[in-house]
């Protein structure tokens, strides 16, 4: 599985991205993509995610104003990001989990993207 994140960029506080993570490869047993954010020397936090049956789930400090979703002809996961705060800043990577076998999982992970809100 492959993945390749796009979307990132500056804006001001206030305005709106969206990112975009196409998968590519074997991805018909993926069972949820994601997006994680990661800023300079703190750990990398779930920001959304969605399963393949359509079930989400959000990081509390994105609720109400972040919207994943997902094109499944087009094998690609979106994150809809309003009202951006500068807290939101932060390399941000797509993520796919995949089964390999029962009980196991694999993560794939896209490269990261920049998202920088400024004040």
């Known amino acids: 599985v492959q993945l390749q994140a796009s979307g990132g960029g500056l804006v001001q506080a206030g305005g709106s991205l969206r990112l975009s993570c196409a998968a590519s490869g074997s991805i018909s047993s993926i069972k949820s993509m994601g997006w994680y954010r990661q800023a300079p020397g703190k750990q990398r936090d779930l920001v959304a995610s969605i399963t393949s049956g359509g079930s989400t789930n959000y990081a509390i400090s994105v609720k109400g104003r972040f919207t994943i979703s997902r094109d499944n002809a087009k094998n690609t996961v979106y994150l809809q990001m309003n009202s951006l705060r500068p807290e939101d800043t932060a390399v941000y990577y797509c993520?796919?989990?995949?089964?390999?076998?029962?009980?196991?999982?694999?993560?794939?992970w896209g490269q990261g993207t920049q998202v920088t809100v400024s004040s």
């Open positions: 993520n796919a989990i995949q089964p390999i076998v029962p009980g196991v999982d694999r993560t794939y």
